[in-house]
C-alpha cells in the first residue's frame, strides 16, 4: 500500500454532490481530495440537465417565481409516502431549511450562479408552483476554464457513448460541475482520477480516517483527517446487486457512465458495520432502446401511445418520466414496450431522448420497425394485431373529443409542458399519417435508491443508530431522503448537493 498524502476531507465521487461538499470544504480552509474512478470528472452528473430542486432560494425570488420554503414543505407533505415520511422528517426539514441557505452560499462565489428553469413539477398538490421552482446553473465557455479542468469534464451522454469529446459551451450538468471544479482547484483542492476506491480505513478506535484504492501502479491510500465523503452514485451499475435487493431493470440501460456506479463505495462502509436501505427502487424513466443493448433517457412525449406486448396501453405516456418508468417496473409484460408513432414529425421520434440515435440504425437492429399499415407493424413487432389495432382506434377516439377516458392524458400542467398538438387536448394527437412506427422501450434509471442510511447532518449510521465516525454519505451512495417519490427536476441533484454541505458543516466544526 503505497500513501498518497493526508488531507482534512477526502470526497469521493465527483457528481453535483461530490463537488459541492469538496468546494464548500475547500472555501472553508480545509484541504481537499477528490478520488474519482474514471478518468473524467462528473458522472450522471454531467449528464443531466442542470437542474436543482433547491426551493425557496433567493434565485427563484429574483424571477418572481411563487417559492417559498413553505410551499415546498406543503408540497412534500402532501406527496411523499408513508412510511418514509414519518422515518425522514429530520432529513427533510433539513433540506428545507439548508436548501435556500445553501444557494446564498454558493453563489457569493464569482465562479457560480444559478437562473430558474421553467419545467413543471411531478406531482399536482399544495404547494406546487405553475412551471415549477427548479433553479440551474448559467453557460459557460470551456475556453473561459482553467486548463486542468477544462478536459476533464464529461461530455454530454450522447457525445461520450460516441467517443467524442465534449462541447465549446458548457450548460447543464456539465456547467455545474465545471464551475464547482473551478472552485475547488482555485482554492488549493485536488483531484485524482482512474482511481476506484477498494475501501475505507479505520483507527483502533472505529473512526473512519481514510480510503483505500487500486491505481494502475498498484493499492494506495489517502488519510483523512476530518472525513470521508462518500458520493460516488449508487449501485446501478451493478447487475448482481440489482437482483439482490430487487431494482427493476439492468445495468445495461441505466444512465450511469458505462463501468461505473457499481456500488463499491457502499459495501467499503458496509464491511465497517455501516446500516443500509437498500429499497428496489431507482430514480426510473422510460429508456428508448438502443441498438447497442443500451437506454437512452426519454421523457416529452408529444404524439404516439406506449403498449405493453399484449398491444395495450397501460398509463398516461406523458407522466413525468419517473412516475412513468415506475408504472412499466410493475408488470414484466411491460419490459420491454412498444412506442407506437406515425409520420408527423418525418419518421422521427416525437420526443426527447437522450441520445435518440439514428432512425435508419434502429430499423437495421430491429430497435424500431416500421410498416404501411398497424397490422403490418403489429406483426413486425410481434404484437397481437387485434389488440393494436383496436387500442390505436379508441386512443383516436380520444384525440377527436379531447378526452382521455382511459388515463387522462392532457389533463395535468405537466402532461401539456411538451405538447404541441392543435386539438381540443394538445396532448392527444391521432396516429393517422403513414407509414407507422414502434420503438423498442425498457426501464432505464438515473440511479439507485437505496443506500447507507444518513442522518440530517449527513453522517452515515451504523446498525444501532449511532454515526459511524469520519464518515459522511450523499446522493445515490445514501438512502433518498425523498423516499419512493421524485418531487420535481432536479430533484436527485438538490438533496445530493444539500446533505453534501451539511456533510462539510459537520466537519469543519
Known amino acids: 500500500m503505497t500513501f498518497q498524502g493526508e488531507y482534512d476531507v ?39 440537465g442542470g437542474a436543482c430542486w433547491l426551493p425557496g432560494s433567493q434565485v427563484q425570488q429574483r424571477a418572481g417565481i411563487a417559492d417559498s420554503t413553505e410551499g415546498a414543505r406543503a408540497y412534500l407533505d402532501a406527496i411523499l409516502e408513508q412510511p418514509d415520511a414519518a ?36 406531482y399536482a398538490g399544495p404547494g406546487r408552483v405553475p412551471f415549477g421552482r427548479s433553479i440551474q446553473p448559467t453557460n459557460i465557455k470551456r475556453a473561459e476554464l482553467r486548463p486542468e479542468i477544462a478536459h476533464l469534464i464529461r461530455p454530454p451522454v450522447e457525445r461520450d457513448r460516441a467517443g467524442a469529446g465534449g462541447r465549446n459551451t458548457l450548460s447543464g450538468g456539465q456547467a455545474l460541475i465545471a464551475r464547482l471544479a473551478t472552485i475547488l482547484v482555485r482554492e488549493g483542492g485536488t483531484f485524482r482520477t482512474d482511481l476506484p476506491v477498494t475501501g475505507l480505513v479505520s483507527d483502533d478506535a472505529g473512526r473512519v480516517v481514510g480510503v483505500t484504492a487500486s491505481s494502475s501502479e498498484g493499492p494506495v491510500e489517502f488519510g483523512a483527517r476530518r472525513g470521508v465523503l462518500l458520493a460516488a452514485g449508487g449501485f446501478e451499475g451493478n447487475d448482481a446487486m440489482r437482483r439482490a435487493h430487487g431494482v427493476p431493470g439492468a445495468a445495461a440501460w441505466t444512465m450511469a457512465p458505462r463501468g461505473t456506479n457499481a456500488g463499491e463505495p457502499i459495501a467499503a462502509a458496509v464491511a465497517l458495520g455501516a446500516a443500509t436501505d437498500y429499497r428496489p427502487l431507482g430514480w426510473f ?8 443493448g443500451g437506454g437512452s433517457f426519454t421523457l416529452g412525449f408529444r404524439s404516439g401511445l406506449m403498449v405493453d406486448r399484449s398491444g395495450r396501453r397501460y398509463a398516461n405516456e406523458c407522466l ?13 409484460a411491460r419490459i420491454p414496450s412498444w412506442y407506437v408513432f406515425d409520420s408527423r414529425e418525418g419518421g422521427r421520434l416525437p420526443a426527447i431522448a437522450m ?25 413486425a413487432a410481434e404484437i397481437p394485431v387485434a389488440a393494436l389495432v383496436e387500442t390505436v382506434e379508441r386512443f383516436n377516439r380520444f384525440a377527436e373529443t379531447g378526452v382521455d377516458e382511459e388515463f387522462h392524458r392532457g389533463e395535468d400542467e405537466y402532461d401539456t409542458f411538451f405538447a404541441t398538438g392543435a386539438g381540443p387536448n394538445k396532448a392527444l394527437l391521432p396516429l393517422d399519417s403513414p407509414p407507422y412506427f414502434a420503438a423498442r422501450f425498457v426501464l432505464s434509471d438515473l440511479g439507485t435508491k437505496g443506500g447507507l442510511v444518513t442522518d440530517a447532518a449527513g453522517r452515515v ?49
Open 355 to 379: 441520445p435518440e440515435g439514428d432512425p435508419a440504425d434502429h430499423l437495421a437492429a430491429g430497435t424500431w420497425v416500421s410498416a404501411g399499415s398497424l397490422d403490418e407493424l403489429a406483426l
Open 461 to 509: 449510521l451504523q446498525e444501532n443508530g449511532a454515526p459511524l465516525p469520519g464518515l459522511y454519505a450523499a446522493g445515490n451512495t445514501a438512502s433518498s431522503v425523498f423516499g419512493s417519490v421524485y418531487p420535481g427536476p432536479g430533484a436527485p441533484l438538490g438533496s445530493a448537493m444539500v446533505f453534501a454541505a451539511l456533510a462539510v458543516e459537520d466537519m469543519a466544526r
Open 10 to 48: 477526502v470526497v469521493v465521487g465527483s457528481g453535483g454532490g461530490a463537488l459541492t461538499g469538496a468546494a464548500l470544504a475547500a472555501k472553508a480552509g480545509l484541504s481537499v481530495c477528490v478520488v474519482e474512478k474514471t478518468s473524467l470528472l462528473g458522472g450522471t452528473s454531467a449528464y443531466s
Open 285 to 292: 424513466c422510460p429508456g428508448l432502446a438502443q441498438p447497442d
Open 320 to 332: 413525468p418520466y419517473d412516475r412513468f418508468g415506475r408504472e412499466m417496473a410493475k408488470e414484466a
Open 87 to 122: 422515518a425522514n422528517a429530520a432529513k427533510v426539514e433539513a433540506f428545507l431549511a439548508t436548501a435556500p441557505r445553501l444557494v446564498a452560499q454558493l453563489e457569493t462565489d464569482p465562479d457560480l450562479d444559478f437562473e430558474w428553469l421553467p419545467f413543471s413539477e411531478y
